[in-house]
């Protein structure tokens, strides 16, 4: 959907830039080269135009991560808690003498057998 109504600034500006060129082929001196850089500048801005539509249309309406609700980074960030603060979150450090309760348990030791 996207394409079509980028189409229709890209074919003003075409139109245009063809005017333009159609012009200048008429006129003289600074005024030839003037209109002659507008009507080239009229088809690189359709072009653009052009490009635009298709690069938006690859998204198909995904935004990008670094504008969103979180300030600046988004929701790049956002597992802390609520004040911003990424290091107090969901996974909280533990002190350095403290056992890793996240680890997983060693092999198991043998039970003693008796003879």
């Known amino acids: 959907m996207i394409y079509f109504l980028a189409l229709i600034p ?3 500006l075409t139109i245009a830039g063809y005017f333009v060129l159609f012009l200048s082929n008429r006129s003289e001196g600074a005024f030839r080269t003037f209109s002659k850089y507008l009507g080239f500048w009229a088809f690189a801005l359709a072009a653009l135009v052009v490009l635009g539509a298709i690069f938006a249309a690859a998204h198909g309406g995904h935004h990008c991560p670094m504008i969103g609700e979180r300030g600046m980074y988004g929701r ?4 802390g808690n609520e004040s911003g603060d990424t290091q107090s979150g969901a996974n909280p450090q533990a002190p350095a003498g403290a056992p890793n309760p996240a680890a997983p348990p060693g092999p198991a030791s043998p039970s003693p057998q008796k003879p």
């Open 10 to 12: 890209a074919t003003a």
């Open 76 to 79: 790049m960030h956002a597992r």
